[in-house]
């Protein structure tokens, strides 16, 4: 079993930046397909970013493209989300999530983080 406990939401500005953290527990984290998603207020969660076990292959929504970067280190297991300018549609709650390799669903997620931008 894996546990994700993310980190590093708060209230910034538009313009600002932020850095999100997600701590996993467990051997398996470097085998893990790593994403970010959210969910604003009254809307369904999306995705945002992911990222593959090695850290080689990363992919983005188009609402986040050149602003939000993913990255992780395995040595500390751990997964990042880089965000950068900042908008007030960017508002959210942001949960990471753990897919195991040929699983067609998220497996593991944590328990979320507010970001809030304001105007």
């Known amino acids: 079993q894996v546990q994700l406990v993310e980190s590093g939401g708060g209230l910034v500005q538009a313009g600002g930046s932020l850095r999100l953290s997600c701590a996993a527990s467990g051997r398996t984290f470097s085998s893990l397909h790593m994403g970010w998603f959210r969910q604003a207020p009254g809307k369904e969660r999306e995705f945002v970013a992911a990222i593959s076990g090695n850290g080689v292959n990363t992919y983005y929504a188009d609402s986040v493209k050149g602003r939000f970067t993913i990255s992780r280190d395995n040595g500390k297991n751990t997964v990042y989300l880089q965000l950068n300018n900042l908008k007030p549609e960017d508002t959210a709650v942001y949960y990471c999530?753990?897919?195991?390799?040929?699983?067609?669903?998220?497996?593991?997620w944590g328990q979320g983080t507010q970001v809030t931008v304001s105007s």
């Open positions: 999530g753990g897919r195991r390799t040929l699983s067609p669903k998220y497996d593991y």
